[in-house]
């Protein structure tokens, strides 16, 4: 069931940490999403809606490539 | 573990405890031959109601301890993962009730076909209101498996994509 992770890489973590060290809880709250899909996020394990993407890279204030990329 | 995924957990241990017993009641009744019995109806139905009563009862006290364990943030909050788990986990509990339902006509067909043509309506499962009533929890069984299926693998993909 478990299938490879998608081929976009995200700086999130890195971000938080530059953002003041803003935690997980923080950022799911700022984007209307859950603390887990933040977590899945980090880990590969999920790609986010292009919405959610921008929300992400809004919070932190850089572009979204900044945030996410292609690796293909 | 988010709200979503304690309810989901409430609702597998609520409808395994409880539909559990409700047909492991049913399976005792018709193996002890009391399918012909004059109560058998009306004990089944007693059991359903007590049944559906105490399901909508522990559903109803477990959410209340997992609202009270969980905070409002994030009680409120359904994202795009979890709606996407949801999502498939609802297709594929639709696809395993289609083969439930099809397989309970299959099965109603032949027996009505045998009953028919063979024994001529001296079958055991010739059509009387019990056998009604049978076929009727037998498509309950249907829609809880179903349901079962639907948050068993909504849970498995959350816990996937995490």
């Given amino acids: 069931m478990t299938k490879a992770p998608p081929p976009i890489r995200n700086r999130i973590r890195e971000l938080r940490f530059h953002a003041g060290e803003m935690t997980q809880a923080d950022l799911a709250t700022r984007i209307g999403m859950t603390r887990q899909t933040i977590v899945a996020m980090e880990q590969g394990k999920y790609s986010p809606s292009l919405e959610a993407a921008f929300r992400i890279a809004a919070v932190f204030g850089v572009p979204i490539t900044e945030v996410f990329q292609w690796e293909g | ?162």
Avoid: Q
Avoid at chain 2, 45 to 55: D, I, P
């Fill in chain 2, 1 to 162: 573990m988010s709200f979503r995924e304690k309810h989901l957990w409430i609702s597998v241990v609520a409808s395994v405890a409880v539909w559990g017993w409700y047909f492991w009641f049913l399976i005792r009744h018709v193996a002890a031959g009391r399918l012909v019995s004059d109560h058998f109806t009306g004990d089944v139905s007693l059991a359903f109601m007590g049944s559906l009563v105490v399901v909508v009862l522990v559903e109803v006290v477990l959410t209340i301890i997992a609202t009270a364990t969980t905070p409002k943030s994030e009680r409120d909050t359904r994202d795009e993962r979890e709606i996407l788990a949801s999502l498939k986990a609802s297709h594929i509990a639709l696809m395993a009730l289609i083969g439930l339902v099809f397989c309970v006509s299959a099965g109603a067909y032949f027996a009505g076909l045998v009953d028919d043509t063979l024994v001529g309506g001296a079958a055991v499962f010739s059509i009387t209101g019990e056998i009604m009533v049978l076929l009727a929890n037998v498509l309950l069984a249907c829609l809880v498996l179903a349901e079962l299926v639907r948050a068993g693998v909504t849970l498995m993909l959350l816990r996937a994509l995490r």
